[in-house]
DNA sequence: GTAAACCCTATAAGGTCAATAGGAATTACC
DNA sequence: GGTAATTCCTATTGACCTTATAGGGTTTAC
């Protein structure tokens, strides 16, 4: 499953990313449009910040814009981020690789093999769906 | 990421399925050639019990069996008793659906959209891989 | 200069995870 | 029928994670 924290975070990108513009958008505005808790979005734009998922503009008439054209912006990118990866063991993740604690042979794990063919399944998913898309679903059903 | 408690289940499970064999094998033997806590792996096998996973014969001599054939046993079914569903959101999950708590419009919600689609194909691959197969696949390597 | 925004760190309640512990119930065997 | 070996059941515990809330610091437009 994954986090509220991931809920939110996708919630407020496809905000930004419908809303379109060049004009930074305030936390208070996302947060009010999509009845997010105000200051947990603060922090969960701030980790947005760090890989360049969006950017923020300080001060007065400050705000959030997207980092990049939201066609570039994935569910795995946002996902990563927020729950870290998307594989179900360390020994398959391709972001974040970790040999796994006791493992005896990781080349013959029997377990090993049926994660990192689930992993590759989830990857090739999420990776393909991003937020352009997502935003223009919306916008055709009418919800915005 | 699954639990310690699904690699414990699963690495229980393969030797249960490589060990073959009618005659139940005790928690002692099998949490020692694993190198798993004996008392956290009791409460896994109980719990692989109620959905039939595992069979256990009580009293002296007593121990746990499989509870049908390893061909029959897929990873998704192990992984759906110590981790709950493989859906990423309830909203999408087969096995145990459950409407999200501030879900605007299911039918049009665009996240949903992207989990379903992860979830179908994660549970493709992880129903299709069973116990049988991954006991087969380290008999082949030589690591049992 | 001031108001409005983001930035940063701390705190806290509640839940989950990964065990550990101790004894009750059951059964094979002599 | 007694005894030893095994599963069964419930409680407890410490560490960590999740989901926030709080308060002030810093930056910038006007």
């Excluded at 923020?56 to 990866?85: C, E, M, N, Q």
């Excluded at 063919?117 to 223009?136: H, K, V, Y």
């Amino acid at each position: 499953m994954i986090s509220q924290k991931a809920r939110y975070a996708l919630r407020a990108l496809l905000y930004l990313a419908a809303r379109g513009g060049d004009t930074p958008i305030q936390i208070a505005e996302i947060a009010e449009a999509e009845r997010l808790p105000r200051k947990f979005l603060e922090q969960i734009l701030a980790e947005l910040k760090k890989p360049g998922i969006v950017q923020s503009h300080r001060g007065r008439s400050g705000g959030y814009s997207l980092g990049r054209a939201a066609k570039d912006i994935s569910f795995a990118d946002v996902l990563r981020v927020t729950d870290g990866p998307l594989a179900l063991s360390p020994c398959v993740s391709v972001m974040a690789y970790r040999k796994c604690e006791d493992c005896f042979e990781e080349t013959v794990c029997a377990i090993r093999k049926a994660l990192l063919a689930a992993r590759d399944a989830t990857a090739e998913i999420l990776e393909s769906r991003n937020l352009a898309q997502a935003a223009a679903q919306l916008k055709r059903s009418g919800a915005i």
